[in-house]
């Protein structure tokens, strides 16, 4: 590539259909077109640690990720190389993590919770989307997913929220909302309104930069 790639960046409050988004305005491109780099996979590893340090352990906090090597990666796909990288599997013994293969490309998201408070990455960013549900349906939604997908127990699930989700979101996401291009307030969980969201903007993306 001899071009930076046009950067969009996505963050959003847990459960506010982040995954669903992402995985809706993927589906507008070929592979070659877009690549995605997330801030979820440069956890700084907790496994070593015991169940209750590790319910006491905040993964919701910047200090959580390790910040230097998710810039470097994304300066790497800017000068055109291909990261391989172990995906993260938030400390579940039951998933094998895989070698995820992350190739440049024109557009390049950049997904996290943190990503518009680091401010070399959000100075590298060119459109900001903020995803935002209620709360109650953000609970709802954040349960479902860790209690079924991630095998976690609900009164973990409940303490986190209260204790380290709650106040990283209203101190290090929340602040950045009105400095976004675009607020999406996802609210229901009907998959037609972020259908017709995401093909609005990968329509105007493909104009802008010439991918029709």
């Given at each position: ?184 307030f996802n609210n229901t969980d009907e998959p037609e309104p972020i259908w017709e969201i995401t093909n609005q903007i990968s329509e ?9």
């Open positions: 590539m001899n071009n930076k790639p046009y950067v969009l960046g996505i963050a959003g409050s847990s459960g506010s259909g982040k995954t669903f988004f992402l995985n809706s305005f993927l589906k507008h491109f070929k592979p070659s077109e877009v690549t995605l780099i997330s801030q979820d996979d440069y956890y700084i590893p907790a496994n070593t640690k015991t169940q209750e340090e590790n319910r006491l352990y905040n993964f919701d906090i910047p200090t959580s990720i390790d910040r230097q090597a998710f810039y470097k990666d994304i300066k790497a796909l800017f000068n055109g190389e291909t990261i391989h990288k172990e995906e993260y599997t938030f400390n579940n013994p039951a998933l094998t993590p895989k070698i995820l293969e992350i190739k440049p490309a024109p557009i390049l998201i950049i997904e996290g919770l943190f990503i518009f408070y680091y401010t070399e990455i959000n100075d590298l960013i060119n459109h900001k989307i903020f995803l935002s549900a209620d709360q109650d349906i953000a609970l709802r939604r954040r349960l479902h997913r860790d209690l079924v997908e991630r095998g976690y127990f609900e009164d973990d699930v409940m303490y986190k929220w209260v204790n380290h989700v709650l106040p990283s979101y209203n101190e290090y996401l929340l602040p950045y909302q009105d400095t976004c291009d675009q607020v999406i105007e993306l493909k104009l802008k930069l010439n991918l029709v």
